[in-house]
């Protein structure tokens, strides 16, 4: 049963179903206070005794036991009789209240008026609100006048003066003065001497239009001040005396949270209002601009962006005018890092949407009854969907994954405006990727299985190029090696995007170059000779869209025909200047349809990310190939063991980047090398990383950067053996997740955190009923199973698990279901488990996601060939 405490107020607990639990006298209360006090530590029994007692009585001691015996039978009334309590524990000379962090009121007022701390105003507004919602009355009332609760008494109301106040300037940042004067007055009646309550109590009365009451206000605190503690007012309230008697412009509401800039902003969107008629279209590209910024706030901000991306992509759409929507659609380049999707729906609408401008241009038709009907995308079987379909992968078109942008989740980058240019041709007839996976928005791609290079469009080999290159990618490289790339500063550039040919090539957990690859195209400097993955590229003599012919990549489509639908598109192509123009657009809604595609089976996905990087490098467009390489991150998840490749798209991303200011793309090369550094135990360089997006995140204002990076710390107390420290850690992180706009990351993830720290401890899984596990649950059901002594239904509920979607969670969810195939004698289900660890055997399983780990995937491999034996 889960219990929670209350000391916001009288101490009180309750039952799961928010119901009174009877503590029966104060004394006892008194422990269990004294204990929430101790934050989870042990307090010796001579020192409750000290603390009960001014004068302990003889049997003192004897009386602490009977309270704390009785406390136990009330919180966890169902425990079988001698078994350990596992809520208020013995340990050494006393004892402890294991309580979780988010079940104690204080706790949780505390979590969340940090939160508000680093949030913007209307993200900290609903934290503040909610968390002063909390109080009941003076903290741990009964035992005001204790020793051991004065000081924890006065911390907790200074917090709570603090929110007030803080709560009010959000009120105020917002425009809703009149709704701070009521709490203003009513907190300065009681704390008269808070200066900063003052001022922001006449700032809220100027506003609402009351100047004369703003003045009186000032007056008043100003006789409280002189007379009663005499003292004169601090600057700040004799600065806005006068600001007020003169009517200074920058305390008007417009301009107040900006100053100038906040008036720039208001004049510069009054004269686009004004100049530029409502129903322009010019306006829905303006509106995606502001969407992608709009998304990197987090909170509402992310969720109102990805709702209303879907209503001006349809919009566009209404207007019949495919190169409109291809540009609307494929601006919105927002780097995503999650691999599951916040919205699957939206994001199956979006691909749609991308599949029909894509048929659309290639048909040359402008008319919306002459455009393509829409491609209804395959299932892509979702988690608790059962298994889904297996695909064959198709041949795979010259030059490897692209990068796509329009990832709805996970703004936790930044990023810049992309060029307004005109679409170009697509060929119909490419199905639509799978839309059902799970939710999360930032990468993960389909790269080769084998890291083989794919085959070559004839003709194509710029002339005095040698081999196939590994690339910086990890496209083409082998699977056992990893390239660690660091950005300029740390060791040599990865990618031919730096312009210096060099490419260094590295054992996992090392930075050191350790050969040098022959000198390759640099993007941005010179026509590219070859892709960095290995593959060549067409040559720069070739017409562009005579090359996508020869590498047309359609599902079953032959490399070296193009097919029917591929002429049309090369009869309608356009010629001269203008083809470069049209096949960046192109491009961008082909990583749009590999980033909305994420965590899916469906080979369109991973064509469409070879198709697009392809683009860009050929089209030498750095802003182009960061959006490409995103998608082409998205879709390499195909099996297990890709965390080299993935480590070298995100130090192309990084190098390609800080070379050409994409300050967006810049913070997710980080992120993913973060994630795949942590899959190769290389946690020096993965705290690098951290470090870098973190500065990264917080000069260019992206609060959403922060909630991975403290995730990543929690995940590396877990995977150094800290499990009490990353057990709290992971429950610090998971508050971060509350409001952010990321449910795609957050459902179910704390309790699956949770469960890997305790498997790989050794202990059982957790049996709370109210647990939500999110997309995850047929993955736990088997362990909690078990864990209840149900192993003939752990067993059924085995063989009911599907095979786990291809996201940065692959390797951890298949070592969870091989341990459940262990406990219950699958052997079955432990042959496939460990074929789809085997390429993994030198990651840690889980770390990859840069959130938890299960330990050395190598350990569960040997664990189970042990039991096939």
């Known amino acids: 049963m889960r219990v929670g405490f209350g000391v916001l107020g009288p101490v009180v607990a309750w039952d799961a179903d928010g119901h009174a639990i009877a503590l029966k006298g104060p004394r006892h209360r008194a422990v269990l206070a004294r204990l929430i006090v101790a934050r989870r530590r042990v307090v010796p029994v001579s020192r409750l005794v000290d603390d009960l007692w001014t004068e302990p009585p003889p049997a003192a001691v004897g009386a602490v036991r009977t309270f704390v015996a009785a406390l136990r039978r009330a919180l966890e009334p169902q425990r079988p009789p001698r078994t350990p309590a596992r809520l208020l524990v013995t340990e050494g000379p006393g004892y402890a209240l294991r309580a979780d962090v988010d079940t104690v009121d204080a706790w949780r007022f505390e979590q969340d008026v940090s939160a508000a701390a680093t949030l913007p105003p209307d993200g900290a507004l609903p934290r503040l609100e909610q968390a002063l919602s909390r109080w009941r009355g003076p903290a741990y009332a009964e035992f005001a006048d204790e020793d051991w609760a004065r000081g924890e008494r006065s911390r907790l109301a200074e917090l709570r003066l603090h929110a007030v106040e803080r709560q009010a300037e959000a009120r105020l940042a917002l425009g809703r003065a009149a709704e701070a004067v009521p709490d203003l007055e009513a907190h300065l009646a009681e704390h008269p001497w808070r200066e900063g309550a003052w001022r922001a109590l006449a700032l809220a009365l100027y506003r609402t239009g009351r100047q004369g009451d703003a003045l009186a206000v000032l007056r008043r605190a100003r006789t409280l001040l002189v007379e009663q503690l005499g003292v004169d007012p601090g600057p700040e309230l004799r600065r806005l005396e006068t600001d007020i008697l003169g009517q200074a412009p920058h ?30 279209r010019t306006r829905l590209e303006s509106t995606v601009g502001l969407l992608r910024d709009l998304s990197m706030t987090g909170g509402g901000g992310l969720r109102t962006a990805r709702q209303q991306r879907v209503a001006a992509v349809a919009a566009a759409e209404e207007l019949g005018d495919p190169e409109l929507t291809a540009r609307v659609i494929g601006s919105y380049d927002v780097p995503a890092i999650w691999t599951r999707l916040d919205d699957p729906e939206q994001a199956a609408s979006i691909v749609a949407a991308a599949e029909r401008t894509l048929a659309a241009l290639a048909a040359g038709l402008g008319a919306p009854d002459d455009r393509a009907p829409a491609v209804e995308p395959p299932d892509h079987g979702a988690p608790g969907h059962g298994a889904p379909a297996h695909e064959t992968p198709g041949p795979e078109a010259p030059g490897h994954e692209a990068p796509s942008q329009g990832a709805p989740g996970h703004a936790a980058t930044g990023h810049e405006a992309p060029a307004h240019e005109t679409p170009g041709p697509e060929a119909p007839g490419q199905g639509a990727p799978n839309h059902a996976a799970p939710d999360h928005a930032a990468t993960g791609h389909g790269a080769p299985s084998h890291g083989a290079p794919g085959p070559k469009a004839p003709g194509h080999e710029p002339p005095g190029q040698g081999g196939p290159s590994h690339a910086a990618t990890g496209h083409g490289a082998p699977d056992h090696e990893t390239h660690d790339l660091e950005p300029p500063g740390q060791g040599a550039p990865s990618h031919a995007a730096t312009g210096h040919g060099a490419s260094r090539h590295e054992a996992p957990g090392h930075e050191g170059p350790a050969h040098e690859a022959p000198g390759r195209g640099t993007l941005g400097h010179g026509a590219p000779e070859r892709a960095v993955t290995g593959h060549e ?37 356009p010629r001269g200047e203008a083809a470069p123009r049209h096949e960046a657009v192109r491009a961008r809604l082909l990583a749009t349809i590999a980033v909305e595609s994420r965590g899916g089976r469906s080979e369109r996905g991973r064509q469409a990310a070879r198709q697009a990087e392809e683009i860009a490098r050929r089209l030498d467009d750095p802003a182009l190939l960061a959006f490409a390489l995103n998608g082409v991150f998205m879709q390499t998840f195909d099996r297990a063991g890709l965390a080299p490749r993935r480590d070298a798209t995100g130090a192309e991303l990084i190098t390609l980047s800080e070379r050409h200011g994409l300050v967006a793309f810049e913070v997710l090369g980080h992120l993913i090398r973060l994630q795949a550094r942590s899959a190769l135990a290389d946690f020096a360089s993965a705290d690098r990383h951290a470090t870098a997006a973190d500065r990264l995140g917080e000069r260019h204002e992206r609060p959403l950067v922060s909630v991975f990076t403290e995730w990543y710390r929690a995940l590396r107390l877990a995977a150094t053996g800290q499990a009490a420290e990353a057990e709290a850690a992971y429950r610090d992180a998971a508050t971060r997740l509350d409001g952010a706009g990321m449910p795609g990351l957050a459902h179910g993830l704390l309790p699956l955190a949770l469960l890997c720290l305790r498997v790989e401890q050794g202990r059982p899984a957790p049996t709370d009923a109210d647990l939500d596990w999110g997309p995850y649950a047929p993955w736990a059901r088997p362990l909690v199973m078990l864990a209840q002594d149900h192993r003939t239904e752990a067993a059924a509920a085995l063989r009911t698990v599907p095979e786990p979607p291809r996201d940065l969670l692959l390797e951890a969810l298949w070592c969870l279901t091989g341990r459940a195939a262990i406990a219950v004698g699958d052997r079955e289900t432990m042959a496939r488990a460990r074929a789809a660890l085997a390429p993994a055997a030198a990651e840690l399983a889980g770390a990859g996601s840069g959130l938890l780990t299960l330990g050395p995937v190598s350990r569960h491999l040997a664990d189970l060939t042990d039991a096939l034996r």
């Open 251 to 280: 305390l008007d509401p417009a301009t107040a949270r900006g100053g100038a800039a906040a008036q720039v902003w208001a004049e510069a969107a009054a004269a686009y209002d004004r100049t530029v008629a409502s129903g322009a």
């Open 537 to 573: 590229l067409p040559s720069r003599r070739t017409s562009g869209y005579a090359a996508v012919a020869r590498g047309s990549s359609v599902p079953g489509g032959d490399l070296d025909a193009p097919d029917h639908s591929t002429l049309s598109t090369l009869r309608h192509a």
